[in-house]
């Protein structure tokens, strides 16, 4: 296959071909944890809000677990799936004991969702795992093409019109 003369729609092939073995390669990696992509992308959003409702002005968080909350709508925004789905991926989560339904201070009529110590825990064990994974499977590459594979993809994800 030449190199140099690229054609979009191979490029596009190609793109896809990776995501579909990362995606494999990530429930995989996740199974042991039993965990679906959804429930960890739902553990990392909610972890991802220091700061948010539920901390206090130093960002910790007020009901323990060390991490942001979220209503379930805007859990669902953060994921960009169906509020319904929302519902299921944390009430999945809270029968695991890695998530737990808390008032809202804000407003007593709504509820939070947040992560447990265990959830926290959890979510950082499976991070490590997954940057061990990533190593492994970008090895191939040297660093200098990890750098520009990065710049590329920030390129291609970045919102606006495509450069000239």
Not at 36 to 55: K, M, N, S
Not at 90 to 113: C, G, I
Not at 117 to 127: C, D, I, K, S, W
Request: net charge positive.
């Amino acid at each position: 296959m030449p190199y140099d003369d690229p054609d979009p729609a191979r490029l596009g092939d190609l793109l896809h071909a990776v995501f579909r073995r990362l995606r494999r390669r990530w429930a995989e990696q996740l199974a042991p944890f039993g965990l679906t992509p959804h429930q960890f992308r739902a553990l990392d959003a909610l972890a991802g809000r220091p700061g948010g409702r539920g901390h206090g002005p130093d960002g910790n968080c007020r009901h323990g677990g060390g991490s942001g909350s979220l209503r379930v709508k805007d859990l669902a925004d953060a994921l960009r799936i169906a509020p319904r789905s929302a519902t299921e991926v944390v009430d999945l989560l809270e029968h695991k004991e890695l998530v737990e339904r808390v008032p809202d201070p804000s407003d007593r009529r709504a509820t939070l969702v947040a992560l447990t110590p265990r959830g926290a825990a959890l979510r950082e064990q499976v991070r490590a795992d997954r940057r061990r994974g990533s190593e492994e499977y970008f090895s191939r590459l040297a660093p200098e093409d990890r750098v520009e594979l990065e710049r590329l993809l920030r390129l291609l994800t970045a919102d606006g019109p495509a450069p000239d």
